[in-house]
């Protein structure tokens, strides 16, 4: 009955997954994390354009955002190559200078890796820092936390009724019946799913960027023109400079 040890094993991880979800729930459920809005929350005023960015997109939205803005003022070249030349040499804003810091003495750079190193910037850090001292977004711990549990409560779901195919299929059932040992893999199968259902009503605000008065916000600037491209990302881009500039895969 070599089914039973396997049950045993499937059942464990079921249990150690279901148990690190509800971790996870605990501390997001912290007062320290209280992501719900509330009446006249002074989170109510209008956002900025990275703010906004921030919230539907992350740090990524941001670089983006960064980028295609210096270019359409004329301080960035965007080259349909995907190279990123500098025009000005002095920052207008915090995040300008995370971009000509990373082009260096040169001022040129393949955009992909000028878009990743000021998504990894200081700067979009202390963004983010900012808007989750305003409880507009998720801090960064709550939301490794809930999509760490998640990622790993999703691979011993799939892992359980593997392990349980795989005993219907090629062990010995010791005069068990097929149906019996089929529902026996049933129950930590149930508990995995179960958690995984629960959890994506209960715990999905904060596997985003955005908490729910942070949506709120944004909903309020979504019809804003000057922040479609925060909003929509490069679907909001016309040029087709741009596009390409951000698009296209380049080699230094």
Do not use: K
């Not at 049950?7 to 912290?30: G, I, K, M, P």
């Not at 804003?93 to 910037?121: C, F, H, I, K, Y």
């Not at 939301?143 to 790993?152: H, I, K, N, T, Y």
């Not at 881009?237 to 296209?248: D, G, I, K, S, Y």
Request: with cysteine; proline share 6%; glycine share 8%.
């Amino acid at each position: 009955m070599l089914w039973i040890p396997v049950l045993l094993l499937a059942s464990a991880a079921s249990v150690v997954a279901c148990a690190r979800l509800f971790r996870a729930a605990v501390r997001a459920a912290d007062p320290r994390y209280r992501l719900t809005a509330g009446r006249g929350d002074p989170a109510a005023r209008p956002l900025g354009l990275f703010e906004t960015a921030f919230l539907v997109g992350g740090p990524a939205r941001v670089a983006e955002v960064t980028l295609v803005a210096m270019a359409r003022r004329g301080r960035l070249i965007l080259a349909h190559t995907g190279w990123a030349t500098a025009v000005a040499d002095r920052p207008a804003d915090a995040l300008e200078g995370a971009v000509l810091r990373a082009l260096g003495p040169g001022l040129q750079l393949p955009v992909a890796e000028l878009r990743t190193a000021l998504a990894d910037s200081a700067e979009v850090r202390d963004l983010e820092a900012r808007l989750s001292a305003a409880r507009l977004a998720v801090p960064a711990e709550i939301r490794a936390l809930v999509s760490g549990a998640l990622r790993q409560l999703r691979r011993t779901v799939l892992a359980v009724l593997l392990a349980g195919l795989a005993s219907l299929a090629l062990l010995p059932h010791g005069g068990h019946a097929a149906p019996e040992v089929a529902g026996w893999f049933g129950l930590p199968l149930l508990l995995g799913a179960g958690s995984l259902v629960i959890a994506r009503v209960d715990l999905a605000p904060y596997g985003r960027w955005a908490t729910p008065l942070g949506t709120e916000a944004v909903r309020g600037a979504a019809n804003h023109e000057t922040l479609a491209l925060a909003v929509h990302g490069l679907r909001a881009v016309h040029e087709p400079q741009f596009r390409a500039a951000l698009t296209v895969r380049t080699t230094a």
